[in-house]
């Protein structure tokens, strides 16, 4: 069974950093394409960041580029994403993906495996 278990969420203030953690198992995940996308309340899920499969291309959403990173692991299947200056509107549940192929872009159609999400609250 395919699982995709997120940790590293939680309160912070504007202008902390935090990093979260996507653990795969059930397969491997070192030839597929990995995600963050986030939902905040009220508000459409939306893309963060993707990384190939070899971790050399990444790809991130205008609202993050340049605070966020995302980086993997593939010896621990697993998937980071760094974030530093964090604002306000970055709260929101995270959830890390991984993709049908080795590379996706941010399109969530392209992915076929969800974890279940961690909560990011950023106080202002």
């Known amino acids: 069974q395919v699982q995709l278990v997120e940790s590293g969420g939680g309160l912070v203030q504007t202008g902390d950093s935090l990093r979260l953690s996507c653990a795969a198992s059930g397969r491997s995940f070192s030839s597929k394409a990995m995600a963050w996308f986030r939902q905040a309340p009220g508000k459409e899920r939306e893309f963060v960041a993707t990384?190939?499969?070899?971790?050399?291309?990444?790809y991130y959403a205008d609202s993050v580029r340049g605070r966020f990173t995302i980086s993997r692991d593939n010896a621990k299947n697993t998937v980071y994403l760094q974030m530093n200056s964090l604002k306000f509107e970055d709260t929101a549940v995270y959830y890390c993906?991984?993709?049908?192929?080795?590379?996706?872009?941010?399109?969530?159609?392209?992915?076929?495996?969800w974890g279940q999400g961690t909560q990011v609250t950023v106080s202002s």
């Open positions: 990384i190939s499969w070899d971790g050399i291309t990444t």
């Open positions: 993906a991984t993709a049908r192929g080795y590379y996706a872009g941010s399109d969530a159609r392209h992915y076929d495996y």
